[in-house]
């Protein structure tokens, strides 16, 4: 594992800022879905996990399958890739050494400090389902929530069946958390790192379970349609979050793309890319970055996705199509003659 030089002077200093506002949009626009019945349980599987004896390792983890019996395998093979397939009868290789590793220890306990609980968290879940249910009901609504750490593996939010879902918390310690920058993670990519993130990471991983995300022989209109969609479909599931956390910006770069709408789409007209097929030269507008190329610095790098996000909102709205209808259209010039856009 990585050395992530985790010191709890820092960390601490990190969680105290961790948890931003989460601003209520809910109106006149969003549906009452207070009625809407799911099942829905959560389990704080990273509080037991971190109470694990590293000197007694095969009954802790023989407790911890039969209280996580769909969980707990998955986690360990998969998840962080142990490998065990529940053989947890015998000595267990490496586990000891792991959950004594310095930098893991620390990480694990700065979850617990920076999550005494997940109520909010599984308020917030809770509803974006139901709207899940109401806009979509050919979409597999999760029932198990369980939340864990990753270890910094770069899982932030996990499918593992149609029922189960796993949330990784190590990716929701706030932009300034200091060992992001020790493993690579670059510093615009950390916007995406707070806890009201949690929603959004689930929901993308959601959607693109249904509806992957496919660049080979597209061009840049299908690409932007691409991320309209699911940047439409993240806010149906999460209408309570601020627009700027569905793309990954922060406040000012939403803004920014806001007052340069017209500029950002005339660029891609100008350059000839909305129909060029050259992944080295689009992905950039419809991925994460540190700004759009050929686009002043205070870009973000994902205004192509906005503008896929403008044209999809304008197609619905003309059309006046479900939610559904729009996902399943695969047309990308059908949806950009329908909105009849102009910026």
Not at 11 to 40: R, W
Not at 213 to 221: A, E
Not at 244 to 260: A, I, P, R, S, Y
């Amino acid at each position: 594992m990585n050395k992530l030089f985790i010191y709890f002077s820092i960390v601490f200093g990190c969680v105290l800022c961790l948890f931003s506002a989460c601003n209520t949009h809910e109106g006149k626009d969003v549906p009452d879905v207070s009625k809407v019945d799911i099942p829905y349980q959560s389990y704080a599987f990273y509080k037991d996990f971190s109470k694990l004896n590293p000197k007694d390792i095969a009954p802790g983890l023989q407790q911890l399958k039969a209280k996580y019996p769909e969980f707990a395998d998955f986690y360990l093979d998969s998840l962080i890739g142990f490998g065990y397939h529940g053989n947890y009868a015998q000595d267990i290789p490496m586990m000891d050494s792991f959950l004594l590793q310095k930098d893991y220890r620390s990480l694990l306990d700065t979850v617990n400090l920076a999550f005494p609980d997940t109520k909010k968290y599984d308020e917030w879940l809770k509803k974006s389902f139901k709207y899940l249910a109401y806009y979509d009901s050919t979409f597999d609504i999760p029932e198990h929530v369980y939340y864990f750490v990753s270890g910094l593996s770069g899982i932030p939010a996990e499918l593992q069946s149609d029922k189960n879902v796993g949330i990784g918390l190590d990716y929701y310690l706030g932009r300034d958390f200091v060992p992001y920058a020790q493993i690579g993670i670059p510093a615009y990519a950390t916007v995406r790192f707070t806890d009201v993130n949690i929603p959004i990471w689930l929901g993308r991983a959601i959607y693109g379970d249904k509806y992957p995300f496919s660049p080979d022989d597209k061009d840049l209109l299908d690409l932007i349609i691409q991320r309209g969609k699911e940047l439409y479909f993240l806010e149906k599931f999460a209408p309570y979050l601020d627009e700027e956390v569905k793309f990954g910006f922060t406040k000012e770069q939403l803004d920014w793309c806001k007052k340069n709408e017209s500029m950002i789409y005339n660029f891609f007209i100008q350059n000839n890319l909305l129909f060029d097929k050259n992944l080295q030269k689009t992905l950039r507008y419809v991925n994460d970055g540190p700004s759009s190329a050929g686009m002043p610095p205070e870009s973000p790098g994902n205004t192509g996705s906005y503008i896929g996000w403008m044209i999809v909102k304008k197609y619905v709205e003309r059309n006046s199509v479900s939610m559904h209808e729009l996902l399943e259209t695969k047309d990308a010039q059908k949806i950009l003659d329908g909105s009849k856009y102009k910026p």
